[in-house]
């Protein structure tokens, strides 16, 4: 039996989003990603309003990696 790996939506777009400069242009296509993608719906909507509520570019890169480890289960928390 072959083994599938899946990737978290994050694994699939960190790559993208970390090379772009401009917060509404990585946050669009964040929202846009996950709003296209079959997850559940809370996880969904808790992504969509803690993406909402950031303001700067950092903070932005700081959530995608936080959400990363998070669902990829190796957060400390």
């Known amino acids: 039996m072959k ?8 694994e699939q ?15 669009t296509f964040t ?3 996950i709003n296209e993608k079959n997850i559940n719906e809370i996880n ?15 903070r932005f890169q700081t959530y995608i990696c936080n959400s990363l480890l998070k669902y990829e289960g190796m957060s400390v928390n």
Do not use: Y
Request: no cysteine.
């Open 44 to 58: 969904k909507k808790n992504i969509l309003q803690q993406l909402n509520d950031i303001k700067t570019l950092v």
């Open 31 to 33: 929202i846009n990603f």
């Open 13 to 27: 777009i960190s790559e993208q989003v970390f090379k772009m400069n401009n917060l509404n242009e990585a946050k």
């Open 3 to 10: 083994k599938v790996q899946i990737k978290s939506v994050f």
